[in-house]
């Protein structure tokens, strides 16, 4: 009964010994707990010790849990000392035997909550223990009808007490019955995750229930923790495994109807297919945001299996949006990388779930990131000489890699490939190729580009316009791999002519007179000499040789200096300016005192 002391509201606690506790503070509940739960280290504890000791430790818990235990923090904390008391720690099967009894009986839900929480945290420190079954069946009815009571659509929040919209949250008591169904459904993952239900056990689960299951995944969508939309899912699709494991045992086929092995999570689905989009967008979401942890490795199997089972079922092939098959693709594209060896197995289930992905769904007439896919599906099978390769993995990469989308891909690949037609540069660089011998390769009926200053142009221009080497120089030139050190040999190289002691023509002198008689600019259409030696002038800052070429042996015999360059040449007179007489009679005369020789006199008659 409540009793006021010192200003603070307390609650008086009576055993089952007939012990009265007044606890007023958070201090004297946790110093209380850790009291019940120490033993004396000279006095050995009994059965019955024991047995009340727990009791009263868990009576303690059940009627403060709201003023003390509100968050999970402080829950963990309060079972965690009861794990690692004495009577977990040496008696763990006792006890646990003594609160699946006690729930069976047990009516009040304050008790049954903290009793459910304790079971489930000794079954996360050991995992062994949610594979009883025998333990276990007795509570699957009761955990369902915990899940099965109607909350208010008003309480979101069933673990921080958060009730409201997400931009005005108030901190509510939370209904003792919202806490027993977030904790029952948990439990019941944790049950359906690692034990084979029997075909008896899946009857409880009809579609009243199943469909129940995808209105609370729709109705908590906006919730603003997102564990209790999650623990939802992760139910739903243990539910999935499970049904699938029944339909395929032999055994169970042959002692019971067809109807009863039907897989009850696909039907209820297909029933409601267009009004349960949050649960597919959601699946999508939890495969984006899993790490690498045992837990998140166990709830991307579960709902990886319920993809396939959709993707490969008609009715439910396009069950998901474009868009969010979009997201499924960069998921499926991260995780076949990233997978390390010790998860090939989930390798294997992303490379199952991908061929009818990209074969069956929207994604066969929408091209999304298919290079990108094929190349992350033959880096999986590189390298097999230095490596080895998984033959399954090689299997199932050859299975994806022989879907119609592949094979459309190489197909285009190939067909663009072989109507690319070659270029200019190429053709002429076939023919020089081909035909070394021909002096003046044939010009290319392509349009004319502008002349270019860039390396690329020097080597085209020069290779298409400069006549054939002489042999004597090719024989010096394409030889060896020289550097450039080695170009000084190049200059005094002489091709095989009789006329080689000939001396070079002196240069023409570039007028402006003889660019007009000629018709054409010496730099817009140079001389394939004057291309080459402004090429290797450009890079190699040689000067062009004005001696005759020798042969080898005259270059082995004497030392190679660089000749003198020639004498400038001397600048023309300008002509004389001619007198003129006018039309008008009048004589034009130079003014010869005038510096300028556009300064004119006009002497009028």
């Known amino acids: 009964m409540p009793f006021q002391g010192h200003g603070v509201a307390g609650i008086t606690m009576e055993d089952d010994l007939g012990i009265t506790y007044l606890v007023e503070n958070a201090q004297q509940f946790w110093s209380e707990l850790e009291d019940m739960l120490h033993f004396n280290q000279n006095d050995i504890p009994t059965l019955a010790h024991l047995d009340s000791t727990l009791r009263r430790s868990l009576a303690l818990c059940a009627a403060y849990h709201e003023q003390y235990l509100q968050s999970p923090l402080q829950l963990e904390h309060a079972c965690g000392l009861l794990m690692d008391s004495e009577l977990f720690r040496f008696h763990s099967e006792r006890m646990c035997e003594i609160l699946v009894s006690d729930l069976q009986s047990q009516t009040n839900p304050h008790a049954q909550f903290i009793f459910y929480h304790v079971l489930l945290c000794h079954g996360r420190r050991k995992t062994d223990f949610f594979r ?264 199932l990469v050859e299975r994806c890699l022989t879907g119609d989308w592949c094979v459309n891909l190489t197909k285009a690949k190939q067909g663009a490939g072989a109507r690319k037609p070659a270029s200019p540069v190429s053709q002429v660089a076939m023919k020089t190729i081909t035909t070394p011998g021909i002096a003046q390769p044939q010009r290319s009926n392509s349009k004319k580009l502008k002349a270019s200053r860039s390396v690329e142009n020097l080597r085209m221009r020069a290779n298409t316009l400069k006549p054939a080497r002489p042999s004597g120089v090719d024989n010096v030139l394409y030889a060896n791999n020289a550097s450039t050190s080695s170009l000084s040999g190049v200059a005094h190289a002489s091709p095989k002519n009789p006329n080689h002691n000939r001396p070079p023509l002196p240069r023409r002198q570039v007028t402006a007179n003889s660019v007009e008689m000629d018709g054409h600019h010496p730099n817009r259409h140079p001389s394939a000499l004057q291309v080459d030696a402004d090429f290797h002038h450009h890079h190699h800052q040689l000067i062009p040789p004005t001696k005759p070429l020798h042969t080898a042996a005259d270059v082995k015999g004497q030392p190679t200096r660089r000749s003198a360059p020639p004498p400038p040449p001397k600048r023309r007179q300008p002509p004389a300016i001619p007198t003129q007489v006018t039309h008008g009679g009048g004589t034009i005369m130079t003014i010869k005192s005038s510096a300028t020789p556009t300064q004119v006199k006009v002497a009028q008659v």
Not at 141 to 169: C, K, M, N, Q
Not at 293 to 304: G, Y
Not at 373 to 386: F, R
């Open 132 to 395: 009883s079954h025998k333990r276990w069946q007795p509570l699957l009815p009761l955990l369902i009808d915990h899940i099965l009571v109607e909350i208010d659509p008003d309480v979101e929040d069933a673990y921080f007490g958060v009730t409201g919209a997400s931009d005005r949250l108030t901190h509510v008591p939370i209904p003792i019955e919202a806490k027993l169904r977030g904790l029952g459904i948990q439990l019941l993952y944790e049950v359906c995750r690692v034990q084979k239900l029997s075909v008896q056990d899946l009857r409880t689960f009809d579609d009243a229930f199943i469909d129940y299951l995808f209105d609370l995944v729709e109705q908590t969508r906006h919730m603003h923790d997102e564990t209790f939309n999650y623990s939802v899912i992760k139910l739903i699709v243990s539910l999935n495994e499970q049904f699938m494991v029944a339909s395929l045992n032999k055994q169970v086929e042959a002692a019971t109807t067809e109807s009863q092995l039907e897989n009850r999570v696909l039907i209820v689905l297909m029933r409601r297919l267009w009004s349960s989009k949050t649960f597919g967008e959601n699946m999508i979401f939890m495969l984006n945001r899993a790490e690498r942890t045992p837990e998140d490795s166990c709830m991307q199997l579960l709902i990886l299996k319920l993809l396939y089972v959709l993707f490969t079922t008609e009715g439910t092939s396009e069950y998901f949006y474009t868009n969010d098959l979009c997201v499924l693709v960069d998921v499926f594209l991260r995780e076949l990388v990233d997978l390390d060896e010790d998860s090939e197995s989930l390798r294997h289930t992303y490379l199952r779930v991908l061929h009818p992905l990209l074969v069956r769904t929207q994604l066969r007439d929408t091209p999304y990131k298919r290079p990108q896919i094929v190349y992350a599906l033959e880096s999986l099978v590189a390298d097999s000489k230095v490596r080895d390769v998984n033959p399954t993995t090689k299997r």
